[in-house]
């Protein structure tokens, strides 16, 4: 009976605590449940599709470690040198409630649009021809290189690294070209909002796509432009 006893206060008590247990995370879980519908309304407000994308954002979960001060006003807000691009993050603070905090949900944004990917398995250094390539729906943010739409982007290029059937073509798979040499006389073309400035210079190092390039302008001055074309470099002013 006593055995009996100790089994039914035992089971009691362990019925309790898990009550107790699931009566606090109820409301954890709705405060996590709001913070992530307040970073994906910011996130999705903040991004404009363009034409022809559609734009998917997930939202991941908080630290389960962190256990938040109830807060009358929730602020998203982007965090220095993030994007809303991929794998990144949205910060939330606290502005109006007995303790503030601030903290932050990873958050993946998806943005699909045409592109071009492999018709089949390509190794490295094949000269892209025009049926290696297919278009098809790809996400443009699951990759920090810029992904190739148009086969004039990508047709009697050679790759640099091998890609796989159905992977989508980034420009990182691509060798870079080189658009002239040391010494060649290259134009010069510095532009901004309303002008569009040209004349002439000596590089003074190769001109490789992707890469800086320093050139001598005709009245002397050493400039840092970038390689952009055959024997065509850009000043960003």
Request: glycine share 8%; aromatic share 6%; hydrophobic share 45%.
């Amino acid at each position: 009976m006593h055995s009996w006893a100790l089994t039914c206060r035992s089971w009691l008590i362990l019925t309790l605590l898990a009550w107790a247990a699931g009566v606090l995370a109820a409301p954890a879980r709705a405060v996590e449940s709001g913070l992530q519908q307040q970073a994906r309304q910011f996130a999705s407000t903040s991004l404009l599709a363009a034409n022809g994308t559609r734009v998917e954002v997930e939202v991941g979960s908080l630290d389960p470690r962190l256990k938040l001060a109830p807060c009358n006003e929730i602020q998203p807000y982007l965090p220095a040198n993030a994007r809303l691009w991929g794998r990144t993050r949205i910060g939330l603070r606290c502005a109006s409630g007995p303790t503030r905090w601030n903290v932050f949900l990873p958050v993946t944004v998806k943005v699909y649009a045409k592109a071009l990917v492999a018709s089949r398995a390509l190794p490295a250094g094949t000269v892209i021809a025009e049926a290696d390539l297919a278009q098809e729906e790809v996400d443009l943010a699951e990759d920090s290189a810029a992904a190739l739409v148009s086969p004039e982007q990508a047709v009697g290029r050679t790759l640099e690294r091998p890609v796989s059937a159905g992977r989508s073509l980034r420009q990182n798979h691509l060798k870079a070209r080189q658009w002239f040499a040391a010494g060649e006389t290259v134009q010069v073309v510095a532009q901004g909002p309303g002008f569009r400035v040209a004349g002439a210079g000596q590089a003074l190092t190769a001109g490789v796509e992707g890469q800086p390039v320093r050139i001598r302008t005709e009245s002397g001055r050493i400039l840092t432009a970038e390689a952009v074309g055959e024997r065509l470099v850009e000043v960003n002013p």
